[in-house]
């Protein structure tokens, strides 16, 4: 006999051993069906969040690149990186990035306009409305760069910010919680012991990672630094440029201007990042796919138990069914005969426990990105084709590698012995 006669045979023996025993196969899927379910889920969810944070990076637009401080750590690459954030998280101030950068960023030639920003805290209050308000100081050209609206009022000028004008524009939700539905502009209101005059209210933007723009207070950059801070350095600068296709060029133009402002001579010594978006999207991707494949590290372990499950039934078959195998070995089956109806039978247990868990956790992940959508997220619902061969390849060889021992087990037995159990 062929090995695709002998492999048919084997299948339509195990279709039907599992068809009569109908309640234990469905228990012995159950472990793969969990397992692969979580497989797509997780699949399903990396593109979700990819998608989430790639849209939210995007929105600021993709023609941007960003210049914001670092330690200088003397080293280089993605260590050097990891000590200059645990640095800045532990209050680590760099103060050399100013304003006459972003003036000398500007006179390049790709570049259209940057923007600067700087960020604090203070208490804001209305009458007897107190507020604990976040602070952004920024550049007139936030407005234009940024992609945000004026829904009243305006924003506040250059000419304003260069000559410390007191007034501030408020965020749509600040704006709620200060004055509900009442008209702020040209209201005052004290913030850090002084009154600022509200001369606008942007229109509602959402939260972007972890930060709402919509409950932000934004002031005049040279306002905040001189007037509320009594600093002189700013936090990161945004640029806008003409040219896509040249902004690796212009993004080391913006290196050089800055090395030079600086004094810097070695570039490990770089108190600054200088990020086109392009750059930021690829580490953002390169993150969530790491963020995937531990969770599918993770998952490969409630398949293993479901293979371990599958061993334990098929050990069980084997046992139940000695006589049979005792018979067929008597009549002139081969080692290879019963090997393949035992392997054959717990594969196709695994690729159906596959199947139902490929199409449970496509509606589970569906349902997840409805949730997500419903709740204000923009949740892309989708499922890489990897995912699906992925999902399948897993179930298939984890029916081989737990079925291979039962199989054996089977297949090595005596007939003489066999025949002689009940």
Request: charged share 20%; no cysteine; net charge neutral.
């Amino acid at each position: 006999m062929d090995l695709f006669h002998l492999i048919k045979q084997s299948f339509k023996m195990s279709v039907f051993s599992l068809r009569s025993n109908k309640g234990r196969s469905m228990l012995t899927v159950l472990g793969i069906v969990i397992g692969i379910a979580s497989v797509i889920i997780v699949f399903s969810a990396g593109e979700g969040i990819r998608g989430l944070i790639v849209g939210q990076v995007e929105s600021f637009g993709t023609d941007i690149i960003e210049a914001e401080i670092k330690i200088p750590t003397g080293k280089s690459g993605a260590t050097a990186d990891q000590q200059s954030g645990v640095a800045l998280a532990e209050g680590v101030q760099v103060t050399t990035l100013t304003l006459k950068d972003m003036e000398d960023i500007n006179k390049l030639p790709n570049v259209v306009d940057s923007y600067a920003g700087i960020m604090s805290q203070d208490q804001l209050s209305y009458e007897d409305n107190v507020r604990k308000a976040a602070l952004l100081g920024t550049s007139a050209s936030y407005i234009h760069i940024d992609k945000s609206e004026v829904d009243q009022g305006e924003f506040f000028t250059d000419a304003e910010d260069k000559s410390l004008t007191q007034v501030i524009v408020l965020g749509s939700s600040i704006k709620e919680k200060l004055f509900g539905d009442s008209d702020p502009i040209g209201k005052s209101v004290k913030l850090h012991k002084s009154k600022y005059t509200v001369i606008g209210v942007l229109k509602a933007k959402g939260a972007t990672g972890m930060m709402n723009f919509d409950d932000y207070v934004y002031v005049p950059i040279r306002t905040l630094q001189k007037k509320i801070m009594g600093i002189d350095h700013v936090l990161y600068i945004i640029s806008k440029i003409k040219d896509l296709s040249i902004a690796d060029d212009t993004a080391s133009d913006i290196i050089y201007t800055l090395r030079t402002n600086h004094d810097i001579k070695d570039p490990t010594k770089d108190d600054f990042r200088v990020t086109t978006m392009a750059e930021m999207i690829k580490t953002l991707g390169t993150i969530t796919n790491a963020i995937t494949y531990l969770l599918l590290a993770i998952v490969a372990i409630s398949l293993v138990v479901g293979g371990v499950g599958i061993m334990n039934v098929m050990y069980v078959i084997v046992i139940e069914r000695t006589a049979e195998i005792g018979l067929r070995k008597a009549v002139g089956a081969k080692f290879s005969d019963i090997m393949w109806q035992f392997l054959v039978e717990a594969v196709l247990v695994a690729v159906v426990g596959g199947i139902v868990g490929v199409i449970i956790g496509v509606m589970i992940s569906f349902a997840i990105s409805y949730v997500a959508n419903y709740f204000g997220f923009n949740w892309k619902f989708a499922i890489p084709l990897s995912a699906y061969f992925v999902s399948l390849g897993f179930s298939t060889f984890f029916g081989l590698l737990f079925g291979v021992y039962p199989a054996r087990k089977a297949a090595r037995m005596s007939p003489m012995e066999a025949l002689r159990v009940e």
